[in-house]
């Protein structure tokens, strides 16, 4: 069967460098917030071009974390609204709601299935105080009129970035675009760690600083604490192997582009859209979707020829059981997303015989 996504196989190509890394800190004698982490926080830094990364322990509380910061800096508070994609995966969400944040959605645009500019100004209350845009699967959702949009209503504009390390928007890395970015390096993500890990990325230093309280039991001196914190940090371990396939994301980047480029090429097949891409760089390919009306089919097609896809996602948020305050509403373009979605394998070890395998079975699915 050729699998989705091949974790054993991704990994096994920093086999010796990742055994390295793990004895290194397990002869180290030190376990948490350390020289790993340090070094990460700095590689990670200067890969998106910000003068800061915190590692905390997953992509979701890297977002939580950012709101509560600016809740902590007097900046936001309990009711206020943040703008976010009816199209994105529920963490997102979850980061406002959990911090007593309202999350108020929009549609997505129906070419890039990312935020819609255009429909952001409508929405807009004396009580929005953000705009959490999603780098959705791995393409950059930041344009002119977004920064516009913000500068003019006084907006934070932070990034989640969990599918999109290294993608770019006018030479600048996904990340550093926003007020501030939420990362997740869980292991399926491009760069992942071998368990749960997450940056919270920015250039801001007061923000910064308070998120470095917050993720350690609101201290910044041992036994005082300023702030009702978290425990939310990066293993010494997790941040070892980060240090390592960070060496290696442009080729992580490139594997991956020229895959979606074949793919691109030669799918044809009329009952099938294919994603649009804004530009070369703009694009990391996290997932590659593509829309079919008959996308159950068509998902038990490729299984019944030995292919593993997903759906991404199969239920939107505003109709799950956890949001039931979002039920009676109607986002019609989020709802036939999430009824045609499939994402087919991408990853940069996928060779080129199932790939030419994967595409003929596509182009001959009717
Ligand atoms: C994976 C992901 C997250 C959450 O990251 P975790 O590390 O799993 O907590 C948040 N947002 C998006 C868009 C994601 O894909």
């Known amino acids: 069967m050729i699998k989705f996504l091949d974790l054993q196989k991704i990994n096994a190509q920093y086999e010796q460098e990742l055994k390295e890394a793990a004895v290194k800190v397990i002869d180290s004698g030190w376990y948490l917030i350390g020289k790993e982490l340090d070094s990460f926080e700095q590689n990670y830094a200067s890969f998106c071009g910000t003068k800061y990364c915190l590692g905390v322990a997953n992509g979701l509380d890297a977002l939580r974390l950012i709101f509560r910061a600016y809740i902590e800096l007097g900046l936001m508070k309990k009711g206020d609204e943040v703008i976010v994609p009816a199209n994105t995966y529920i963490a997102s969400v979850l980061a406002i709601s959990d911090n007593s944040l309202v999350p108020v959605f929009v549609e997505p645009n129906e070419q890039t299935y990312n935020l819609d500019s255009e429909k952001i100004e409508k929405v807009i209350t004396n009580k929005t105080k953000a705009i959490l845009t999603v780098h959705l699967y791995g393409q950059n959702s930041v344009d002119e009129k977004i920064l516009e949009v913000c500068k003019k209503n006084d907006l934070k504009l932070v990034e989640d970035a969990a599918q999109s390390h290294g993608a770019l928007w006018q030479g600048k890395v996904m990340g550093s675009i926003g007020d501030a970015a939420g990362h997740s390096f869980y292991p399926g993500k491009n760069l992942g760690a071998l368990g749960d890990a997450g940056a919270v990325t920015t250039s801001d230093e007061t923000l910064a600083k308070t998120i470095k309280g917050l993720r350690n039991y609101g201290s910044e001196k041992k036994y005082e604490n300023i702030y009702k914190g978290f425990n939310s940090r990066l293993d010494e371990i997790q941040a070892a192997f980060l240090n390592v396939k960070l060496k290696y994301i442009q080729n992580d980047i490139k594997a991956r582009r020229d895959i979606a480029y074949y793919y691109l090429k030669n799918i044809n097949n009329s009952n099938i859209t294919l994603p649009n891409v804004l530009s070369k760089e703009g694009h990391v390919w996290h ?67 199932s790939l030419q395998k994967i595409i003929g079975v596509i182009n001959s699915f009717n």
């Open 287 to 353: 997932v590659f979707v593509v829309r079919c009306k008959k996308r159950d089919a068509l998902q038990k097609f490729l299984m019944d020829n030995g292919i593993q896809t997903l759906i991404h996602y199969p239920i939107p948020i505003f109709r799950q059981k956890a949001y039931k305050e979002f039920n009676h509403m109607n986002y019609s373009i989020t709802d036939m997303i999430h009824k045609e979605v499939l994402s087919i394998p991408i990853s940069s070890v996928l060779d080129k015989t």
